[in-house]
């Protein structure tokens, strides 16, 4: 926790600061909590209303971060006991009175967490368990231990106030509170394993949901409320919570207790036991517990942010987003100085009692915000990797700090606009009153957590308020010690010692899913990170009314330097008239969604790992191996000289009496027929266990081919084809070419570059250069329909460059280095060799051979 400071005021330890704001009735603050306006006696120090008090940050450190002043037991200067020790004590029994009060509340929600305790114990030893023991154990750890510590500890203190004299002694009550804070370090070391568990077994669990989502918590004697209902996550962290207070009042009592006082000492010891403890325990506590409190004294908690890019006036603009549990604030961070703290501006805010998500039909067309060009961000791309290696290279070889501190500014400023110009989900919000605002994600899990969180916070009773310019000040000016996502998610943020992710090729097999209220229409799509965002890579098919669907099925899916995989459950929509105006897409229904991290040791594997996700009672049962890119580039000729696959090109037609082989013919034309307009083709994934069906039907010549494809799923067909360039035993540019093609598009001048590329293709043996005319053809009529199937050249190169470019086992060991460089390195300039070719007029094989140019040079 920072500590406050006026402009040329000298900096307030931490507890002075939070001292100076917590309020025991005194006063200096009115009923509704807001401070007069009094002027402060001479040479006092005055302080912001900000509230900073420590009931509401988890940071329990005894430690501002930029002064490091740590926490004297003994009172500050100036406020030293014994000074008119009548009001002293009379403050003494103020604060003693509204720290019992604050007691008897925390007592009431400790008890509040312990109900659902019992049953859930009986029930755990049962046939229908609603959870497990160890959940149980879990999610309740020293909950009990805490109530009885506090319970007896209230039992003994409120007679001492409610019989007040000045000779009443309570320091050895303190200081045995104090001296059981040991529970408390148990239950912060063991708080977010409770949190995770719980919110994976509301998850799972509908009974435990409804349970954890509503718990009964008693009012205070005098109060009019009998019962108020809170969450089970809110609960858990008052714990927390009450260790920071319960040190401020000790400060408070020693500051209003004379030193000749029998109090004195205990409450001295106590204190320092207490600020000890602070200064020990693990700091890391969940950042998302966190909340400031409202002028009117409400807890207002932080539930989720994070960096969002949002289309205002016509362009995209990064934003931090905060969710809290009655407002959506849109903020920007400021730039300042060095030196400087950093702080937030607001932008808009919404109250979620206001924000309604318009439906698709409803919602309005976006402000045209243009599309950044597929092949710019793959530019990008390319040069965040190039730089990538080059740090490396410099860190290898030790070189100069300056030099990558160089480097990683560039990569960050690539990494930026890729972050800004990829998402094209659109995520809409509307303000009920006023205006509406749309986001863009890349992914459509984020849009979905978003609308959930927001969703769950409107199913309480909520009010519609307007903050004022003050109350807004202070919320903003909390988003800086409250969030979460402290770095734009980029690599370049990332320390060397994390993992770089994997790079290579993850195999997947979505199985089966259970666990469905009704029949549906179920599918599921599966999303991988890539250069800091996810991208969706596969899609199994519709498996129609049912609530046990069976996939079975496999993809192949390409990793950047991913860490993460995530798995969608959709219900599928096929009501025309449910079309986003903002993408033209049908929006179809998640009915759950969950997350996996890709550990290097569980999946560089040969086997296959079988795993389970649960999301939303719903479970999908997939499995998954991992090859890493220097296997996955070999190319294996086959051993059979009978099919298709595997074997020369040249052999192929001539057996065929073709000129171009009838498995590539027949392919592209069965995609022209019905797949040139389907969303991501040939960048999707066909189902594995359909393509190895397809290559065994093309290496047979089986009769049945012409019937197979036209009932075969068009990602299937587009994966057979991409598969058959891909195990040819040398490229379709041929292996003795490629060192030429690599030369080639590095050249500048534009007349010598065109004049070497079109040497290259002459030179390419004739089944080859007309195979490859052939197919540069059908994917420059693929991409003539990018408006509708969102596949460009630049797309297109990328699927199909190193797969008729990538040389064979024999000549790429030459070229492989690490993971990254492969990527970095070959793979830019395959793309780039296909891209020149796709973006170049029309080339026919008879001009090519009649053209003799006067590039005569030797290849």
């Known amino acids: 926790m920072e500590p406050l400071s006026h402009r040329g005021l000298p900096r307030l330890s931490w507890i002075d600061t939070l001292y100076s704001n917590f309020s025991y009735g005194t006063d200096d603050y009115d009923g509704e909590g807001n401070e007069e306006q009094k002027g402060p006696p001479e040479g006092s120090e005055t302080m912001p209303y900000i509230d900073e008090s420590p009931t509401m940050s988890p940071q329990l450190s005894a430690r501002g971060q930029g002064g490091g002043d740590s926490i004297s037991p003994t009172p500050p200067e100036g406020l030293a006991p014994g000074v008119e020790a009548g009001k002293g004590l009379e403050m003494r ?23 659902p305790m019992k049953p859930l114990k009986a029930t755990a030893t049962t046939s229908q368990p609603v959870l497990t023991i160890q959940q149980i154990e879990t999610i309740f750890y020293k909950i009990q231990d805490i109530y009885e510590i506090h319970k007896e500890f209230y039992d003994n203190l409120c007679p001492k106030v ?22 408390y370090k148990a ?13 994976k077994c509301s998850q799972s669990n509908n009974q435990f949901q409804k349970i954890s989502e509503e718990l009964k918590v008693k009012g205070p004697k005098d109060s009019k409320d009998s019962h108020t209902s809170v969450t089970m996550e809110a609960l858990l962290y008052k714990p927390i919570d009450r260790v920071t207070r319960s040190t401020l009042v000790l400060h408070d009592l020693l500051k209003h207790t004379p030193v000749d006082h029998p109090d004195y000492p205990l409450l001295q010891d106590a204190l320092r036991i207490s600020q000890n403890f602070l200064s020990s325990i693990n700091e890391d506590i969940d950042p998302r517990r966190t909340a400031v409190t409202t002028p009117k004294g409400e807890t207002r908690q932080l539930v989720k942010d994070g960096f969002l890019v949002e289309v205002s006036e016509g ?19 400021k730039k300042t100085s060095a030196g400087k703290h950093q702080q937030y501006d607001c932008k808009w805010y919404i109250p979620l009692a206001d924000l309604v998500f318009p439906s698709p039909e409803e919602s309005e067309a976006s402000p045209q915000v243009h599309p950044f060009p597929d092949h710019e961000l793959e530019d990008m791309k390319m040069k965040i990797s190039a730089l990538k290696s080059e740090i490396q290279k410099e860190k290898a070889s030790k070189g100069q700090s300056r030099a990558i501190e160089r480097l990683k500014k560039k990569m960050f400023e690539n ?9 094209t989900i659109p ?6 009153n006023g205006k509406s605002y749309l986001f863009l994600l890349s992914s459509d899990y984020e849009r979905s957590e978003w609308r959930e969180a927001i969703q769950k916070l409107q199913k309480k009773d909520l009010q519609a308020f307007v903050l004022s310019s003050v109350e807004l000040q202070v919320l903003t000016g909390s988003c800086f010690k409250l969030r979460t996502v402290h770095n734009i998610p980029v690599t370049s943020n990332k320390d060397d010692d994390e993992s770089p992710g994997l790079y290579g090729f993850l195999h997947v097999i979505v199985h089966s899913a259970k666990g469905f209220k009704q029949s549906a229409n179920l599918y599921c799509t599966l999303e991988v990170d890539s250069f800091g965002y996810f991208v969706s890579k596969a899609k199994t098919r519709v498996f129609r009314d049912t609530t046990e669907p069976k996939w079975d099925e496999e993809f192949e899916i390409e990793l950047e330097g991913s860490q993460s995989l995530r798995i969608l459950c959709y219900e599928k929509c096929y009501d025309k008239t449910k079309v986003n105006k903002d993408n033209n897409e049908i929006v179809d229904k998640i009915m759950g969604k969950g997350q996996i991290q890709l550990d290097p040791q569980t999946v560089e594997t040969k086997n296959w790992h079988t795993d389970v996700i649960e999301m939303n009672g719903i479970k999908v049962e997939f499995s998954m191996k991992f090859t890493s890119r220097d ?27 073709s000129k171009v082989p009838y498995i590539v013919r027949q392919c592209v034309e069965e995609v022209e027929k019905r797949g040139i307009e389907e969303v991501g083709i040939y960048r999707i994934s066909g189902v594995a266990t359909d393509i190895q069906a397809l290559k065994a039907v093309f290496d047979a010549n089986n009769k049945d081919i012409l019937l197979m494809l036209s009932d075969m799923d068009i990602n299937a067909i587009a994966g057979t084809l991409k598969l058959y360039f891909r195990e040819l035993p040398e490229p379709l540019l041929t292996d003795r070419l490629y060192p030429a093609f690599m030369e080639g598009i590095a050249l500048s001048d534009p007349a010598a570059k065109e004049n070497c590329m079109m040497h290259l293709l002459r030179t390419l043996p004739d089944p080859n250069l007309i195979t490859f005319l052939f197919l540069l053809e059908h994917l420059k009529r693929v991409a003539e329909k990018e408006p509708i199937n969102k596949m460009s050249l630049h797309n297109l190169a990328t699927v199909f460059g190193p797969t008729l470019l990538r040389p064979s086992e024999v000549e790429s060991k030459a ?13 830019m300039a395959q793309v780039q060799v296909l891209l020149y070719y796709l973006q170049h007029p029309p080339i026919s094989f008879a001009e090519l051979k009649r053209n003799t140019l006067y590039f005569s040079t030797d290849v």
């Open 93 to 115: 029994k103020l604060v003693l009175s509204g720290f019992l009060a604050s007691e008897e509340i925390y007592i009431n929600q400790l008890e509040a967490l312990l109900l």
């Open 187 to 199: 239950f912060v070391d063991n708080y977010k394993v409770a949190l995770e568990t719980a919110e």
């Open 162 to 183: 409610q019989q007040w004299d000045s000779q009443v002694t309570m320091g050895h009550l303190f200081q045995k509170l104090a001296s059981q804070l040991g529970v």
């Open 415 to 423: 990494e930026f606009l890729l972050l800004l110009n990829s998402p």
């Open 631 to 657: 296997m996955s580039l070999k190319r294996t000729p086959s051993k059979k000289q009978t099919g298709v696959f595997g074997v020369k090109i040249s052999v192929v037609t001539k057996r065929e009496r």
């Open 427 to 432: 995520f809409r919000i509307h303000n009920r």
């Open 815 to 827: 070229h492989l280095t690490s993971a990254a460089d492969i990527w970095s390195h070959d793979v």
């Open 315 to 333: 362009s995209r603009k990064l934003r931090h987003v905060f969710l809290f549990t009655d407002v959506l604030l849109c903020a920007k961070l």
